[in-house]
């Protein structure tokens, strides 16, 4: 169902708790049993090839990965994906290309637009390209439940994509609004967040909505 007008509720934000769009996916990082039979792995290969001296090295590496996962989750919701405090919007992303983790350009990191994460102790991973507007991002992540992932990533993008594509129809050529809380075109008594593009999964209590019985 697409909104066939936005009404603008009032000119400032509203003093609301506000209601996020329900996690459809979450998974913490964080080293389990099998992460440190891998820094076994790791120590015995580097006393073999590199020698003795460099083993302190791969294991201040190794702990130095430990504190940047473990406390990082992969979130997916109805609007975004999200690793760590970065996220990237569904719509962006080309999830009929969905292939493995690969390791970055050592720049690539520093980019808002990179969702990386990918230890050595997870037992897969999902790569992802895409795009926001004019620029280029990427999903690089590791991951130990793969498959529930990418089924949920593919079921909340599609909604996403629905809800778009509704804006867009009821709007034709129309310019579309700017950015703010409007009325909810599916619930009269909420009001929902516009990014300026499509309906958001943000959505909190109307203003008004003490005056209904």
């Not at 280029?136 to 990533?153: H, I, K, M, Q, Y």
């Not at 909604?159 to 703010?180: I, S, V």
């Not at 809380?181 to 009269?188: E, I, S």
């Amino acid at each position: 169902m697409g909104p066939s007008r936005i009404r603008l509720v009032g000119n400032r934000s509203p003093v609301v708790t506000v209601w996020h769009p329900p996690v459809l996916y979450e998974e913490r990082l964080r080293p389990r049993g099998r992460a440190w039979w891998w820094l076994l792995v790791i120590c015995v290969i580097t006393l073999f090839t590199l020698g003795l001296v460099i083993v302190p090295i791969a294991l201040a590496a190794w702990f130095v990965n430990v504190g940047r996962f473990a406390r990082t989750r992969i979130k997916v919701d109805s609007e975004r994906i999200w690793v760590g405090s970065r996220s990237l919007r569904l719509t962006a992303l080309d999830l009929d290309d969905i292939g493995r983790a690969t390791n970055p350009r050592p720049w690539r990191v520093f980019s808002p637009r990179y969702l990386g994460g990918n230890p050595v102790w997870t037992s897969d991973s999902i790569g992802i390209k895409g795009r926001e507007g004019t620029k280029r991002c990427w999903v690089s992540v590791g991951t130990n439940r793969r498959d529930e992932l990418v089924a949920a990533l593919h079921a909340a993008a599609s909604a996403a994509r629905e809800r778009r594509d509704a804006a867009a129809l009821a709007y034709g050529d129309r310019p579309l609004p700017a950015p703010g809380w409007y009325d909810d075109p599916w619930d009269p008594l909420r009001i929902r967040w516009w990014d300026g593009e499509q309906w958001s999964g943000y959505a909190a209590p109307h203003p008004s909505a003490g005056a209904h019985p």
